[in-house]
């Protein structure tokens, strides 16, 4: 039985362009890039962790990182203003590269 998927909102500073390309490009590989450094992520318990044990690799004392999950609830809520899509209910696995 395939683990349960939940959407994340991931938001960084990375203060390094050098460190940021970095964490911006393994993010890419997690979901999808909204915003300079934001992204959606639909993630099982196992590829939030995985994720943040590899941004922690990449990223600096200095650096800040902001990991939050959204409810079901929470998802409905949003509201975007020129963006691409809506968010689906049951979220798209994404390729880890």
């Known amino acids: 039985m395939a683990e349960p998927r939940r959407w994340y909102l991931i938001t960084y500073d990375i203060r390094d ?3 940021w390309r970095k964490v911006h ?9 909204l915003q300079l450094s934001v992204f959606r992520c639909s993630l099982t318990d196992r590829d939030r ?8 690799r990449r990223m600096d004392a200095v650096d800040t990182l ?3 999950g959204l409810c079901g609830g929470c ?3 949003v509201r975007a203003i ?3 899509e809506d968010w ?5 696995p994404f390729k880890v590269l």
Do not use: D, F, T
């Not at 962790?49 to 922690?56: A, D, G, V």
């Not at 689906?88 to 798209?92: D, M, S």
């Open 49 to 56: 962790e995985k994720l943040r044990w590899e941004l922690s």
């Open 88 to 92: 689906p209910e049951e979220p798209a």
């Open 66 to 68: 902001l990991v939050i």
């Open 25 to 33: 490009a393994l993010l890419k590989g997690y979901g999808e890039w």
């Open 17 to 19: 362009p050098k460190r």
């Open 75 to 77: 998802v409905e809520r």
């Open 82 to 84: 020129n963006a691409k």
